[in-house]
């Protein structure tokens, strides 16, 4: 298999499908495209029929999204785990993953992933509302599967590939999570995001692709 992704400081969505390959332990290739380049459209339109990042080729197959690249890795490598076993769990999970996939776009444009950045900025009321649903998300689902271990579903999953950028985000741009509801539960799970020893590989690659 190939994994085709972008800029790793920033690329989200790349983010989101490699965390569930290296999760399933297959060996991979990984084609790496540098982002916000004159020439970045022309390379990705070389692998993407999307003309974006991620894609993900398994032989004659090409996957283009994000979250189609993470439920075709649970189809295929169902030893993985990438999805609990217990169905009500797994539907929990699908439904915030979709949630982030298809939501929260003041998050997104108000503060893009930048893994070198470290700053504090005031939010528009607009992202400050994103904020809050994550956090009461996440408390929901921590109350729920907690006693099952760290993640949102106990063990790591797919979902939480999906609310690692987030974390990320959270990180970079300063923002309290205690400030918009949080008691500890949602803080420690970001935490738990940014210890995991997969996102630390990818965030030790981007720190070093981003070195002159």
């Not at 009461?136 to 106990?154: K, M, N, Q, V, Y």
Request: charged share 25%; aromatic share 10%.
């Amino acid at each position: 298999m190939e994994i085709i992704i972008g800029t790793k400081a920033w690329s989200t969505w790349s983010l989101r499908a490699w965390l569930p390959l290296k999760r399933t332990g297959a060996p991979f290739a990984e084609t790496l495209i540098g982002l916000r380049r004159p020439q970045s459209e022309a390379e990705i339109a070389r692998h993407s029929p999307s003309g974006k990042v991620p894609a993900l080729r398994d032989g004659e197959v090409v996957i283009w999204d994000s979250l189609a690249i993470a439920e075709y890795l649970a189809d295929k490598f169902p030893d993985a785990g990438l999805w609990p076993k217990d169905a009500t769990a797994r539907a929990l999970g699908r439904a915030a993953a979709a949630e982030m996939h298809a939501g929260f776009a003041s998050l997104r444009g108000e503060c893009p992933m930048d893994l070198s950045l470290r700053t504090q900025i005031e939010l528009s009321e607009a992202t400050a509302n994103d904020v809050r649903r994550i956090v009461r998300l996440w408390i929901e689902l921590r109350d729920r599967h907690g006693a099952d271990g760290p993640f949102l579903l106990g063990g790591w999953s797919l979902a939480d590939a999906f609310y690692a950028p987030v974390a990320t985000r959270f990180r970079s741009y300063g923002v309290k999570l205690s400030d918009y509801g949080d008691t500890g539960a949602a803080g420690a799970y970001a935490e738990a995001l940014l210890e995991w020893p997969d996102f630390l590989e990818w965030e030790a690659a981007a720190l070093t692709e981003a070195q002159p």
